[in-house]
């Protein structure tokens, strides 16, 4: 694989950020994407994340994207303005912790967890575009990257066509989308989703499933035929961090020590990467 291999810090979501950091920079990834679960990190504080921000450095990792808070409580598209007002806070907030990280990919889904948006479909198509340029905004404002994550297939923006029309609709410039590959094979559009999106992707995430649930396993140990799925991104031209998301419940070192498995014996870096993107404190 030519690409640099990321992990993101979700490995261990339910535990606070400081307790898997130097398990990863000590298992050999340089890479991270920075979960935003309630408890793992505080990212509205702006001195709490200061302290994330040495610890990165000494642990030698850099922050290269940040998955933007989502749940049942989170959603642009909801019909109630005062939610999608306090959704939009929250976001904002997040964009600016990764700003203060030092990272530029921002991710983020184009809907919320409400499954009752297949009522008012060309509604809540409308208004993901509105928040997601709301959000965009904010992002510019910050030098970050907008990066549009594909849903679960329940979910809106989960089918092509949907997510197609969402993204023609939003700014050619610093917009991007990420390839969830765990997401998009449940949905028996994996390889679709990259020959129809093909180089608009700049984020990938990484994991595995059994083919029923959204499993977040070490890629290997479900379903997904890797090879195929490394070969597509080939043709397409990608050339961004493989990132892992992947999950792990109980013996945190263990899991980190699993998803490091995947990085050989040639390292989280190939050959010819910059030797800037190996960080220093």
């Known amino acids: 694989m030519k690409w640099e291999i990321g992990l993101s810090t979700g490995i261990a979501y339910a535990h606070p950020i400081e307790d898997v950091l130097p398990f990863i920079g000590e298992s050999g990834f340089r890479a991270v994407e920075v979960a935003t679960a309630r408890g793992h990190i505080r990212f509205d504080e702006v001195r709490a994340l200061e302290a994330v921000k040495r610890q990165l ?12 808070p989502f749940g049942h409580d989170l959603n642009l598209t909801s019909p109630d303005a005062e939610q999608r007002r306090c959704t939009l806070e929250r976001l904002t907030t997040a964009a600016e912790a990764l700003r203060i990280l030092g990272g530029g990919h921002y991710v983020i889904h184009p809907g919320g967890e409400d499954q009752r948006w297949i009522w008012e479909r060309q509604q809540r198509l409308d208004l993901s575009v509105k928040g997601l340029t709301r959000v965009w905004e904010e992002c510019r404002r910050r030098g970050l990257t907008l990066i549009v994550e594909t849903p679960l297939p329940h979910l809106l923006g989960g089918q092509m066509e949907d997510l197609a029309w969402i993204m023609d609709r939003l ?97 989280p870096v190939p050959a010819g990467w910059p030797a800037e993107q190996v960080p220093t404190c």
């Open 57 to 68: 450095c000494a642990s030698r990792l850099r922050v290269h994207s940040l998955h933007a």
């Open 171 to 267: 700014p050619d410039v610093g917009v991007g989308m990420c390839l969830d590959t765990s997401h998009t094979a449940l949905g028996g559009q994996l390889f679709e989703a990259i020959e129809r999106f093909g180089g608009r992707f700049l984020h990938v995430q990484a994991s595995d499933n059994h083919g029923h649930t959204d499993d977040h396993l070490v890629p290997g140990d479900g379903l997904i035929d890797w090879a195929r799925v490394i070969a597509s991104l080939e043709r397409v031209g990608y050339d961004g961090v493989f990132m892992l998301e992947v999950a792990g419940d109980g013996n945190v070192p263990e899991h980190v020590v699993r998803a490091a498995s995947l990085l050989g014996d040639h390292g």
